[in-house]
């Protein structure tokens, strides 16, 4: 009876060898539905802007990046409090792992503004006020990374990047408005600020399915980010404790072999 | 200990100690000040002084001066307490974390505004800057300044663990100070008339910068010295 019993637990709590599951495929399949929605309606359905005309396209990709890019700092700024207060692995874990999906989806940001501004001013780089903030922010998070690409005790490395998580989130809405006043002066279009906002019909359409498939890919990445940290941390510990079991083996090898040694002289 | 004295009076503790660690050594005076007006004299090498660019340019100029100043004094205010296990020794000594952090931060505050003081002989005398609007100018230098501490303390005693230290905390550091150029930058446009709008919002901004970075360093220096 005990045996089943533990039989049946260790079949419901397996050790996890990989970062899917039923839950993210599930989540991945409806990112993907509406990732291929957002690019039929965004592509070919929609119909061009009056005013953007075909550009309004790359709007279509520019809005969800960046606000996938927040959510995944939110994501951070949030785990980097927790970690603070609760000093666990999870929110380690969870606030590295938004500190890299916001990095990967802030660039994107960047490259698709830039490719905007190509085609709207006829240079990729015009310090509009978003894309500026993204570029600073972006940069504040490389370095977020940087010190987590030291290795260090976890603890202190989890500490060192929850302190920099909140550092750097408490400094976005002051780049905001930093850069908001400072371009003020000299505004022209913006990215964001070209939108409709009587948009309706297919374009709305577009754009919402866009938004979601967005933060449904942050969210699966996220997810799955976390569970690959979980499981590089595990490895790491199994590494750590299998070279610890060699260097005894060694040196209880070496001891008995001086033993033999200080027998035979 | 730090009970009798309260966290201002480790404050003022821990400021006396590095003031007179920089009177005795002459860092600041020997290195970075120098540092500093190279500086001045490579954006006129880099910028032509006869084609009005760099007089244009003053204000930012000046502030990137500064920042970049800043970093080397933090690197040596930090280094100080990295070496010999300092940082643990003082985290042993009783002494309350946010006063040693608001002291260092005064200590920062009084070496780079005397730095700055310096630096607008400097650009008076290189880039023929004449001075107006000085009460805001002094508003915007003691915000930015103080914002420049607040953030480079925290950063920099993070950093100063680091074997890396010298490429991470310009990296860290720089980006987060951003808006501080930014808004130091515009406000000394406006205090040197060059823009006829008010510059006090700029200050605010400063001020408020210099106020929420204060508070949380205040808050996070303790597992800062613990744990990092």
Redesign the interface.
Known sequence: MTATKMNSAQSVSPAPTGTGSRGTRLLGAVAVCFLAVAVVYGLFISPPDSQLGNTIRIIYMHVPTVMAAYLAFLTTAVSSAMY?WKRTEFWDLLGSSGAEIGVLFFTVTIIDGALWGKVTWGVFWRWEPRLTTSA??L??Y??YL??RA?PADP??RA??C???G???V??IP??H???D??RG?HQGKTVLGTLNPEMGGTQLFAMYSALTAGILVCVWLLIHRFRAGYLAERASDLGLGQALEERRLESSSTSSGSKVSGDDS | MSQTRGVLGDAWLMARKDLLLERRAKIGLGQVVPFAILVLLLFAFALDPDRGVLKQATPGLFWVTVLFSAVLTLQRSFGLEAEDGILEALRLSGMSPAGIYLGKVTALTIQLLLLEAVLVIGVAVLYDTKFVGIALLVAIAFTATLGIAAAGSVYGALAARLRSRETLLPLLLLPLLAPVLIAATRGCEVSLQREAVSGWPWAALLGIFALVYLALGSLLFRPLLEDA
């Open positions: 603070l600073v922010l940069i504040m490389l370095g940087a010190v030291i603890k202190t500490t060192r929850a302190i920099i909140l550092v750097a408490v400094n002051i780049v408005k930093a850069v006043w400072w002066l």
